[in-house]
């Protein structure tokens, strides 16, 4: 047991270090993004103690090696270039080939723009965590950053939750949050996952009530 924990720590210090070097200025995908993803991840894996923890931690600090903006057109690429990429660094590092596999397709997984299918428990873990931070608060504070990055408005200007016209998160933010954002907690893999992205997204449909009130 002991030697598990210190082989988990030498490689979450390992790919932590990994993201670290190659991350960009982006605050929506920073260093505390990939902290916040493993805290889940941990969270989710007390239900799953057949998953492999470094798989999982090394996956969740190198998910976004790769970080293409979200407008993008090469941007369904970005989780297989990530992938790739996490191999080519693991591999020299000393990991093990059946490991570095299981990350590259954890990696490759997460992505929703991707649209591959999560075949293993550490694959579904690193999504469902990978997801839950794009809801809640943080999830919000997240699409507002990325929002703003792109030149998006905050919400259209008469009609904030789209009551009367067809959302379009392309021009407005706001509309982020039922056309991609709603649809995430149907997509968890995990129990514990769709409870906390259930709950998640209940948060911000309320501030959203909040923020068409004070929208002048």
């Not at 991350?23 to 998953?51: F, G, I, N, Q, S």
């Not at 449909?205 to 923020?211: I, L, P, Q, S, V």
């Amino acid at each position: 047991m002991q030697h598990a924990q210190e082989q988990t720590k030498y490689w979450l210090e390992q790919a932590r270090a990994m993201a670290r070097a190659s991350m960009h200025a982006d605050p929506a995908h920073d260093l505390k993004h990939l902290d916040r993803v493993w805290a889940t991840a941990c969270d989710l894996m007390a239900a799953y103690p057949e998953a492999d923890e470094v798989v999982v931690g090394v996956a969740c600090y190198l998910h976004d090696l790769v970080n293409l903006p979200k407008n993008d057109p090469r941007r369904a690429q970005a989780s297989r270039l990530s992938a790739d990429k996490a191999g080519v660094l693991l591999a020299p590092a000393g990991l093990d080939a059946v490991r570095i596999a299981a990350v590259q397709h954890a990696i490759e997984a997460h992505s929703h723009a991707a649209a591959v299918a999560p075949r293993t428990i550490e694959a579904r873990i690193v999504q469902d965590a990978d997801r839950l931070d794009a809801l809640g608060a943080v999830g919000l504070a997240r699409m507002f950053t990325v929002g703003g990055a792109l030149g998006r408005a905050l919400a259209h200007p008469e009609d904030p939750l789209a009551r009367d016209r067809a959302p379009d998160d392309g021009r407005y933010t706001l509309d982020h949050i039922e056309v991609k954002l709603a649809g995430l907690p149907q997509t968890m893999c995990t129990a514990q996952g769709r409870r906390l992205g259930a709950e998640r997204l209940a948060w911000m449909r309320g501030f959203c009530a909040r923020f068409a009130q004070e929208w002048v």
